[in-house]
C-alpha cells in the first residue's frame, strides 16, 4: 500500500504531475472534424468503446452531412448505420432529436453553454463538459467518465460514488489549469496500467502513493472491497 499525501489537493497534484510524465500526448481519442460530429461521437461512445467509435463514425460522418441531415435521416436506415454500436437504437433516436433542436433552435450550430448542451436528447453532463471544452475551448468542469471515477477512488481522492458528486470534489483539489487533462490522464493510465480487473501496480507511477496499490493494500477503493 502507498502512502496517500497529506491532502487531497497535494495528492491531486502529485497525481497530474506523474502522470503527466508518463503520458505526455495525452488527449481525446475520438475523431471527428467539427463540432456536430464531436457531439454525434460523444454520444456514441457512452457504455462503449472509443475504438469502436472511431471505426463506426468514419463511415458515418461521410453519409451525413449537418444536422439536417440527421435531422431527417429515417430511425431505422440511421439506426442500421449504427449497429455494431451498444444501445444504438437509442443513439439513433438521440441523435435524430438532438439534431432536429439545433436546427430548430440553433440555427444548425452546437450551442455552447452546459443548460443548452445538457437539454439536447442523449446529453448528460459529461457528454456536455466533452463538447464545451474540445468543441468550444469552455472549460466549466471535469468530465468524469468510467476510468476517472474509478481512478480518483483508488487514489484516494474522493470517497464518492457517483459521477457528479466525484466531480463537484475534484474540481475542489484538481488545479483548474488541469481540468481538461485530468480526465485524459486517467483514461491513459486506466486503460493502460491501472484497469478495472486486473492493475498492475507492480508496474504502477503512483504505487507509492495510492492507498489500493496490491502490494499490501487488502481493499481496492474503487470496489470499496477486498482485491
Ligand atoms: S495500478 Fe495499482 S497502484 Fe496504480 S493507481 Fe491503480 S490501484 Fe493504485
Not at 497535494?10 to 503520458?23: M, P, T
Not at 472534424?33 to 457531439?39: A, G, H, V, Y
Not at 480487473?197 to 477503493?221: F, M, Q, T, Y
Request: hydrophobic letters at 35%; aromatic letters at 6%; proline letters at 5%.
Amino acid at each position: 500500500m502507498g502512502t496517500p499525501r497529506e491532502t487531497r489537493t497535494e495528492q491531486a497534484e502529485a497525481v497530474v504531475d506523474r502522470l503527466e510524465e508518463a503520458y505526455p500526448d495525452s488527449t481525446i481519442s475520438l475523431r471527428y472534424s467539427d463540432r456536430l460530429e464531436l457531439l454525434i461521437a460523444v454520444i456514441l461512445s457512452a457504455q462503449c468503446t472509443d475504438e469502436r467509435v472511431n471505426q463506426e463514425t468514419e463511415q458515418l460522418f461521410e453519409t451525413y452531412d449537418g444536422p439536417e441531415a440527421y435531422a431527417n435521416a429515417p430511425q431505422a436506415e440511421l439506426a442500421e448505420a449504427l449497429n455494431s454500436i451498444t444501445y444504438y437504437n437509442n443513439k439513433a433516436k438521440y441523435i435524430r432529436s438532438a439534431c432536429e433542436t439545433i436546427v430548430e433552435e440553433y440555427d444548425g450550430e452546437v450551442p455552447d453553454t452546459m443548460d443548452e448542451l445538457t437539454d439536447l436528447s442523449g446529453v448528460g453532463r459529461k457528454t456536455a463538459n466533452v463538447v464545451l471544452q474540445h468543441g468550444h475551448d469552455v472549460v466549466e468542469g471535469i468530465v468524469v467518465d468510467t476510468h476517472v471515477q474509478r481512478l480518483s477512488r483508488r487514489l484516494g481522492l474522493t470517497d464518492e460514488e457517483y459521477p457528479e458528486p466525484i466531480e463537484q470534489e475534484l474540481m475542489e483539489i484538481v488545479p483548474e489549469g488541469y481540468w481538461q487533462q485530468f480526465t485524459h490522464l486517467c483514461i491513459d493510465h486506466g486503460r493502460a496500467t491501472c484497469t478495472a480487473r486486473n492493475p498492475d501496480c507492480a508496474d504502477c507511477v503512483l504505487a507509492d502513493i495510492c492507498p489500493s496499490e496490491k502490494g499490501d493494500s487488502e481493499v481496492d477503493l474503487a470496489a470499496g472491497e477486498p482485491w
